[in-house]
């Protein structure tokens, strides 16, 4: 019992060691008289009150918390109908706010920053859209918020705001994965970046990075798609079955052999369920290149359902990086491009 708790002690010591102190520091003006602050942490998708603040008779509220991450909390009134101040911290920072509540539209403006790179972003971008707001003009602020968050993509905040596009994901796609990439190296694991890859997985446009296959082959072994970065790919997801993908198969041959030597491969899934189909189709057609895999589960193939394929021929242009450059190029238009890529 006394080595169990002694070990529970030791625990508890090397936690509190890690943890860092930060502080806050925040001016509020505009309040009525009596009003408290309430600062919250989200959890369970609700607002937890962890803390009441009163401020002093010049409207000062001081707190501390001690954490080894970032932390992501909330300030309101303890008032009915409180608008919400959100605030993201880091361990050892020293954060000083001014802030305005303004009763008329119920909302705070941040006056001023110091301390605090995020904090200073989010008193930015609150500004734009308010002053959209203002002036009713929302394309203030689409331009705006944009521009702002292109400038500061590795500040993890950006990973929060930037879902002021949700409702306009495709469009703002590469913007998303701008931040993802520039803070995935700091904050991998943090929950804001795992919403953006989440996010930019679920939507594969030109510009994304493509999704890793791993599948086996013709041989029972497993390929796996990014073995093959440094080469231009093209995924093509077909099937024995297929009757435009077995006349398209010449052509696809032939544009192997064009751009092979020059950094080409293919890498074809199949949408068969039958395994001897598939075998005899690949040694029909002459497909030469040793990338074939299937898990023989036909329309529930999971390379085609992690691409989201729901008809067959479909393509994939993949460029050296692993991102993908187009999708669903065949014919000439694939021809144009594989030209345009390697010419250069």
Request: with cysteine.
């Amino acid at each position: 019992m006394k080595k169990h708790l002694l070990a529970t002690l030791a625990l508890a010591l090397s936690l509190a060691a890690v943890a860092q102190r930060t502080t806050v520091n925040a001016t509020f003006s505009g309040l009525a008289d009596g009003v408290s602050i309430i600062l919250a942490e989200p959890q369970a998708n609700r607002l937890v009150p962890v803390d009441t603040l009163r401020p002093d008779s010049k409207g000062r509220v001081k707190f501390e918390r001690y954490s080894h991450q970032p932390e992501f909390l909330f300030l309101k009134l303890s008032s009915d109908k409180s608008p919400v101040l959100h605030l993201l911290l880091l361990p050892k920072e020293k954060v000083s706010l001014e802030v305005v509540y303004m009763p008329t539209v119920n909302s705070f403006d941040i006056t001023a920053v110091k301390g605090s790179d995020n904090m200073a972003l989010y008193k930015d971008f609150s500004n734009l859209v308010a002053q959209a707001q203002l002036q009713q003009q929302p394309a203030i602020a689409e331009d705006g918020v944009a521009t702002l968050l292109e400038a500061h993509p590795d500040l993890l905040f950006s990973a929060f705001l930037v879902t002021f596009y949700e409702q306009a994901f495709e469009q703002y796609a590469p913007l998303y994965k701008k931040i993802r990439d520039a803070l995935t190296p700091t904050y991998a694991d943090h929950e804001f970046v795992k919403f953006l890859d989440s996010k930019l997985r679920s939507l594969l446009i030109a510009g994304m990075e493509a999704p890793d296959i791993v599948m086996e082959g013709t041989d029972g072994k497993e390929l796996r798609l990014s073995d093959l970065r440094g080469k231009v790919v093209l995924i093509d997801f077909w099937a024995s079955w297929c009757g435009p993908c077995r006349r398209e198969n010449p052509h696809v041959v032939s544009l192997y052999h064009r751009f092979h030597d020059k950094g080409f491969e293919i890498f074809s899934v199949s949408l068969d369920n039958n395994r001897d189909a598939w075998l005899k189709a690949i040694k029909d057609d002459g497909l030469v290149w040793p990338y074939h895999v299937s898990d023989l589960r036909g329309w529930q193939s999971a390379a085609g359902r992690l691409y989201g394929i729901n008809s067959v021929p479909a393509t994939v242009l993949v460029d050296r990086q692993g991102n993908i450059l187009a999708r669903n190029l065949r014919g000439q238009d694939l021809d144009n491009k594989l030209n345009e890529i390697f010419a250069q």
